[in-house]
């Protein structure tokens, strides 16, 4: 057995936002990666827009810092439970993890899901309380919150002693002693070295890489990534792809390029050994969970399954009145390119044809994996539409219907609790525990349906005025629990097709809130406000005036209209109703029913009741 003492491969895990990826940026300032005069844009690990926007990271990156004589490959995992996925996989790949903890917040939810994988993994765990320059940090308290999640996760007694490390990722500096303040990282990379153990394994076996993730270039096709566990590799090596869980099918290639990680590059080399993590490129077909091993040995490595998807929904092409007016890319054979194209780099989604050659059922670990996926097309010119998100269900070997179960976290004002139970009760949602918080605030957990959540996300920061903190993770598929009831309010539904006058919207705005201001082009059958009735509501939101010649008081100019409600992506995926659509276009987001025309809906309605 050989050791790669000049190697560390260390995971970066944390919850949504708690300064993980700044983190990195401060480890490869420490590392030299960037000039202390350098002016680097924020957060270099998050390439994805959305990512930026919303402060999560959704794909794994990896990054490498050279720190006395150790290589440090550091890889950056999700911290939002829709991409798990990532995070199960990415963790083969690392011999320890950083858990980075905000100094305010402490250990959420979140971090429980990855700590759980990181455990069962038996990865070393060294604990970063981040963001300790905040006003109202309190480091003592989290780090025994930590501990207590230790214990209530049941890890074993050698985790009570993990290193804790106390950063300020945002002003750049790591220490052990929160009396001290260095103007560096070093303390983390420091006990980076000496905590994590270096990569253990063979030099001399025939090699065997196992791919934890893959990327794609236009230039050179798929790219494999993942840990040599044996061996050593070199360029023009004869190889062949295994699978672990499919043993029957194996593949014979060639090694034409190897990659490894130095700073934000990948650097081509010529031969690379066991502890590395390399990208091997131009290798058809290769996905993750695969392994690439020597033909003196064809064993693949075993791999556990990604957690299958929960949620799902159909894309279909836009067939609305005003479809082609923003896209370029518009056609079936557009939209389903893409969506496979997806397939290729995400490994939690699902996409399967419909009987209809113009939509496609996607499926997914969540609504917030689905609506990223949906924004990230938008932005790239493609027009589409999108059903309502629907539960995955299954049945047990006796035929009973299972559905996905959650477990919900919610952090709120006291004064808000009984709105939160009464609201979770009527969506089948049962207490498990209610713990009282500092500050006035209270922490319940809930086990519920995954259906009972969709739509209760936008409610839930209704009722807590914006302050309250809602987080899930997969639990199990169970028995079905029964129905819930749907959403309480009704749609109003644009008459005719025409422009949105101030006069129509004066008159449509008693009867519910809208979503559309003057001006608006819009089309019939399209949605334009809701209402407290709980039932489709037309309106004529077009009507003009009719003009004569006598001067009025209450010309257009005096109508006093409420702003519209401008609903986002997530928001209008939460209120979507069975019979409804998205319209996504790279430029506006609307709501429409299926069945355009008023007297085909009503006749429709007719014949379902």
Same mark, same amino acid.
Not at 440 to 464: C, H, K, M, S, V
Not at 521 to 539: C, F, L, Q
């Given at each position: 057995m050989n050791k790669r003492e000049d190697v560390r491969n260390v995971a970066i895990i944390?919850?949504?936002?708690?300064?993980?990826?700044?983190?990195?940026?401060?480890?490869?300032?420490?590392?030299?990666?960037?000039?202390?005069?350098q002016e680097v844009r924020d957060r270099v690990m998050d390439s994805d827009d959305i990512e930026r926007e919303r402060g999560i990271t959704i794909l794994s990156k990896n990054t490498a810092v050279n720190y006395n004589g150790v290589k440090i490959n550091i890889i950056d995992t999700p911290g939002h439970a829709d991409f798990g996925g990532e995070v199960e996989r990415v963790l083969k790949m690392a011999n320890g993890v950083v858990l980075v903890v905000d100094a305010f917040e402490g250990p959420m939810p979140q971090t429980k899901f990855v700590l759980k994988k990181a455990f069962e993994l038996k990865l070393p765990a060294i604990i970063c309380i981040n963001k300790i320059d905040r006003a109202e940090a309190r480091c003592k308290e989290v780090e025994d919150e930590v501990l207590d999640l230790f214990i209530q996760l049941d890890a074993g007694e050698e985790y009570l002693d993990s290193p804790f490390i106390y950063a300020s990722a945002r002003n750049g500096y790591a220490t052990k002693d929160l009396g001290i303040v260095p103007g560096n990282m070093n303390a983390l990379l420091d006990t980076i070295v000496e905590y994590i153990p270096a990569p253990e394994g063979s030099f /001399?076996?025939?090699?065997?890489?196992? #791919?934890?993730? /893959?990327? $794609?270039?236009e230039y050179v096709g798929r790219i494999g990534i993942g840990k040599i566990e044996t061996g050593e590799i070199k360029l023009h090596d004869d190889a062949y792809i295994v699978n672990y869980n499919h043993p029957e099918t194996s593949q014979k290639i060639k090694i034409n390029q190897i990659y490894e990680f130095d700073g934000l590059h990948r650097v081509e080399v010529e031969s690379s050994k066991m502890g590395s993590i390399v990208a091997i490129t131009g290798v058809e077909g290769i996905t993750i969970?695969?392994?690439?091993?020597?033909?003196?040995?064809?064993?693949?490595?075993?791999?556990?399954?990604i957690s299958e998807p929960t949620l799902s929904m159909t894309f279909s092409v836009n067939d609305s009145p005003f479809a082609g007016r923003d896209g370029k890319f518009v056609t079936s054979r557009q939209v389903r390119n893409r969506l496979f194209k997806e397939l290729e780099t995400d490994v939690s989604l699902r996409i399967k044809e419909t009987s209809s050659t113009d939509s496609f059922k996607v499926s997914g670990r969540g609504e917030l994996h689905l609506s990223v996926l949906i924004e990230n097309m938008r932005r790239e010119g493609y027009e589409f539409q999108v059903s309502k998100p629907e539960v995955l269900f299954k049945e047990d070997e006796n035929g009973k219907k299972m559905e996905p179960m959650e477990i919900v976290t919610i952090d709120v004002e006291d004064a808000f609790v009984g709105s939160v139970i009464e609201k979770l009760g009527q969506r089948k949602g049962e207490i498990?525990?209610?713990? &009282?918080?500092?500050?006035? $605030? /209270?922490?319940?957990?809930?086990?519920?349906?995954? %259906?009972?959540?969709?739509? $209760?996300? +936008?409610?839930?920061?209704?009722?807590?005025?914006?302050?309250?903190?809602?987080? /899930?993770?997969? !639990?199990?598929?169970?028995?079905?629990?029964?129905?819930? &009831?749907?959403?309480?309010l009704g749609s109003l539904i644009s008459f005719e097709s025409g422009t949105a006058t101030a006069y129509g919207l004066n008159a449509a705005q008693e009867r519910g809130t809208l979503f559309i201001g003057a001006g608006?082009?819009?089309?019939?059958?399209?949605? =334009?406000?809701?209402?407290?009735?709980?039932?489709? #509501?037309? =309106?004529?939101?077009? !009507? !003009?005036?009719? +003009?004569?010649?006598? %001067?009025s008081s209450s010309s257009d100019d005096s109508l006093r209209l409420s702003p519209p409600k401008n609903l986002s992506l997530e928001e209008l995926m939460e209120f979507v109703e069975g019979d409804e659509l998205i319209e996504v276009t790279p430029h506006h987001l609307r709501l429409r029913k299926k069945i355009l025309d008023t007297n085909s809906r009503y006749k429709a309605k007719k014949r379902n009741k």
């Open positions: 944390a919850h949504v936002d708690h300064g993980k990826t700044t983190l990195v940026d401060g480890l490869l300032r420490s590392g030299g990666i960037f000039h202390e005069n /001399t076996d025939p090699f065997k890489i196992l #791919i934890s993730t /893959t990327d $794609y270039s969970g695969d392994t690439i091993t020597s033909p003196e040995d064809l064993t693949a490595l075993p791999f556990v399954n498990i525990t209610m713990n &009282p918080s500092k500050g006035g $605030y /209270t922490r319940l957990e809930f086990e519920i349906p995954a %259906r009972g959540l969709i739509g $209760y996300r +936008q409610e839930f920061l209704t009722d807590t005025k914006g302050n309250g903190i809602l987080n /899930t993770e997969f !639990k199990a598929y169970e028995p079905y629990k029964g129905d819930i &009831p749907g959403r309480k608006v082009e819009v089309y019939e059958g399209m949605v =334009v406000g809701s209402n407290a009735k709980g039932m489709d #509501i037309e =309106v004529n939101v077009c !009507k !003009k005036k009719a +003009q004569t010649n006598i %001067r």
